[in-house]
């Protein structure tokens, strides 16, 4: 998969001591509109699809997500251990803070059938990231979205947190559910009033009765 020249003059390239080349995006910010999530999840593949969803209808960071098993997934209490968490090095941790944190009566029943005979043991199969870096720009330039190299596995943390911002959801659960501080939620503010009634409908078509 090429990236458009556009696209290359946009992004940057940072090398870690250890060799290797990341891709910086141009925009960290980026979230997406209901209508952009529902066109780009459209334009996945199963396995790619099922990671996404996930991302998305929990707000995890990636590797949060990947390191999920399946016994730690509360079906009759709606729920999600996150065990392997970000390690907030400011505050002198030295271990994340595990996270329980809320899913929708939707997203419940999907993971009941999408982990249906697995042992409770077994990670859930987010794929890598790097896998899904690739996965994203073809469904994001398949989908049509202007700038769908800013897309990546943030985005869709960015893109829950700046939807219960619309529904009103307030600092507390909302930083309990991210794992920010209120500073970082407050900086990363974005005012509810840039979505429309349909927009805040169909975002229930996505995340179904999540904080509702």
């Excluded at 999530?37 to 960071?61: H, P, W």
């Excluded at 330039?141 to 219960?164: C, M, P, Q």
């Excluded at 507390?172 to 407050?186: F, K, Q, S, V």
Aim: net charge positive; hydrophobic share 35%; with cysteine.
């Amino acid at each position: 998969m090429e990236v458009t020249q556009e696209a290359k003059g946009l992004l940057k390239s940072l090398t870690r001591k250890n060799g290797r080349t990341y891709t910086l995006k141009d925009n960290k910010d980026r979230f997406l509109f209901p209508k952009e999530y529902m066109d780009f999840e459209n334009c996945l593949k199963k396995r790619q699809r099922f990671s996404v969803i996930f991302l998305i209808n929990t707000g995890a960071r990636i590797n949060e997500a990947i390191n999920v098993k399946v016994s730690d997934v509360d079906f009759e209490s709606k729920r999600i251990v996150l065990r392997i968490t970000k390690t907030k090095s400011k505050k002198g941790e030295k271990k994340g803070k595990i996270r329980i944190i809320p899913i929708s009566t939707q997203f419940s029943k999907y993971l009941k059938k999408e982990l249906k005979g697995k042992d409770p043991e077994d990670y859930l199969g987010i794929l890598s990231n790097p896998a899904l870096n690739i996965a994203y720009k073809k469904a994001g330039k398949k989908a049509g979205i202007k700038d769908y190299w800013n897309i990546s596995s943030h985005t869709f943390r960015k893109t829950l947190e700046v939807w219960l911002m619309s529904w009103g959801v307030s600092d507390l659960p909302l930083t309990a559910h991210i794992g920010h501080d209120i500073r970082t939620a407050a900086s990363h503010y974005v005012s509810p009033n840039i979505f429309s009634y349909d927009d805040k409908q169909q975002m229930r078509l996505v995340i179904g009765d999540l904080y509702s």
